[in-house]
Nanobody
Framework: LRFSCRRGGGLVQAGGSLRLSCAASGIAFDDYGMGWFRQAPGKEREGVSCINYSDNSTYYADSVKGRFTLFSDHAKNTVYLQMNALRPEDTAVYYC???????????????WGKGTLVTVSS
């Protein structure tokens, strides 16, 4: 399995927007979960947003609801995270992740992509 992420991270002023993209190849199953986690300095890694194709359910962390939107293209194994109204507390390294072996994103993850840093200034 291979990840290909278009780095949408970077330095953004509070209230601004960023878009993260992630594509995967080599997935052997139609039903899997895919999305993003993040880890802020000194904090534990947390789930941000995921889609599970078993039932097309979408997960959003409470802290990002109404601000972040997850778009998906199942046929291309691709997801996009549109992040709006960014806050300094959104500053973190963001990781694309896939739950494919008996797991459901964000509760079970099997593969991790390369992280990208998002920094939101006040």
């Amino acid at each position: 399995l291979r990840f290909s992420c278009r780095r949408g991270g970077g330095l953004v002023q509070a209230g601004g927007s960023l878009r993260l993209s992630c594509a995967a190849s080599g997935i052997a199953f139609d039903d899997y979960g895919m999305g993003w986690f993040r880890q802020a300095p000194g904090k534990e890694r947390e789930g941000v947003s995921c889609i599970n194709y078993s039932d097309n359910s979408t997960y959003y962390a409470d802290s990002v609801k109404g601000r972040f939107t997850l778009f998906s293209d199942h046929a291309k194994n691709t997801v996009y995270l549109q992040m709006n109204a960014l806050r300094p507390e959104d500053t973190a390294v963001y990781y694309c992740a896939i739950a494919i072996v008996g797991g459901i994103c964000p509760y079970g993850v099997d593969y991790w992509g390369k992280g990208t840093l998002v920094t939101v200034s006040s």
